[in-house]
């Protein structure tokens, strides 16, 4: 069984930053060759795409309203992916998930609907206010 498990969340001011952190586990498998994703839902909204990152980390995309604020990494093993979150805003504030692509190898343009990710996490809160 695939585990997916986030953290970093937390209460912070605008203009502070945060880290997010995503483990992905199980099932004796690699995930080196998915590519991976964090998206965000706010209270009321639907699940949005944040940003997301290849299988071999030479693709990276982002919603456009995090554009130069969210960089989004992984580790090589590839078990691993981070959102570094810096001069975060309140309209940031959502449950950001992980998610695994479902797509081995692909390396294209194209990350940005939730029917890609076959694997999530249950989400860590992320609240920005003043």
């Known amino acids: 069984q695939v585990q997916v498990v986030e953290s970093g969340g937390g209460s912070v001011q605008p203009g502070d930053s945060l880290r997010l952190s995503c483990v992905v586990s199980?099932?004796?498998?690699?995930?080196?060759?998915?590519?991976m994703a964090w998206f965000r839902q706010a209270p009321g909204k639907e699940r949005e795409f944040v940003a997301a990152?290849?299988?071999?980390?030479?693709?990276?995309a982002y919603t456009n309203s995090v554009k130069g604020r969210f960089t989004i990494s992984r580790d090589n093993a590839g078990s691993t992916a981070s959102l570094q979150m810096n001069s975060l805003k309140t309209e940031d504030t959502a449950v950001y998930y992980c998610?695994?692509?479902?797509?081995?190898?692909?390396?294209?343009?194209?990350?940005?609907?939730?029917?890609?990710?076959?694997?999530w996490g249950q989400g860590t809160q992320v609240t920005v206010s003043s």
């Open positions: 199980g099932s004796g498998r690699t995930f080196s060759r998915y590519g």
């Open positions: 990152i290849s299988w071999n980390t030479e693709v990276t």
């Open positions: 998610a695994v692509d479902q797509r081995p190898l692909y390396s294209g343009n194209d990350y940005y609907a939730v029917i890609f990710y076959r694997y």
